[in-house]
């Protein structure tokens, strides 16, 4: 995918918020500090356009980057850190099942696991409420390169028995650029089924 524009459009925290449903969306869910923001800015070739943290539950708002004026990327707030106070955490997840459930112009969701630790169980839940609503997924395996290359497929496989999915998750590393171009691959016929 050849990216020639992309920018930050808003931050929501109301489901008026949303921009019109005028192009294709596809979402990135994951826990806090699991790597959405990296790979976002990976797969856009762009350093710094979605601001990452090494603080865990740093995106409080669903923020929508419109690219190449064709579709849009949506970086969903991470689930599961326990500092975030209750009332936040039921706000953003009220919010995200909002969003998750009824915006039409939804294509894929790409649900990141970090790939040196199992799923957890939020990770398990969040795939299952995909299915029931009939959204497709593709699973990215993210920060590859902090394991060792011998570790990499035998997590990508725990990972793929965990979640009871037909194949691994691709994995992610923003250092590999051919990893990058494979998850291009997947994503493309979503985008360009909505043109």
């Given amino acids: 995918m050849r990216i020639h524009s992309a920018e930050f459009l808003l931050s929501a925290s109301t489901t008026r918020q949303f921009p019109a449903e005028t192009l294709p969306e596809i979402a990135f ?3 806090s500090n699991v790597g959405k923001s990296t790979l976002i800015n990976s797969l856009l070739n762009r350093k710094k356009l979605v601001k990452t943290s090494s603080t865990p539950g740093k995106t409080q708002l669903i923020n929508f980057f419109k690219i190449n004026d064709q579709f849009y990327f949506v970086d969903l707030p991470g689930y599961g850190y326990a500092k ?6 039921r706000k953003w997840q009220n919010l995200v099942e909002a969003y998750l459930s009824e915006r039409k112009t939804l294509r894929n969701v790409v649900l990141i696991i970090d790939c040196r630790h199992n799923p957890t169980l939020q990770d398990r839940q969040l795939l299952d409420w995909l299915e029931y609503y009939q959204r497709p997924s593709l699973i990215v395996a ?3 390169d902090k394991l060792k290359r011998g570790q990499i497929q035998k997590n990508l496989q725990k990972i793929k028995h965990y979640l009871s999915i037909e ?3 691709l994995g992610h590393s923003s250092m590999q650029h051919g990893r990058r171009e494979e998850i291009w691959k997947k994503l493309a016929p979503w985008i360009e089924a909505s043109e």
Avoid: F, L, M, W
């Fill in 142 to 144: 993210s920060k590859i």
């Fill in 167 to 169: 194949s691994p998750p």
């Fill in 84 to 89: 975030v106070p209750e009332s936040v955490r």
């Fill in 29 to 31: 869910a994951g826990r």
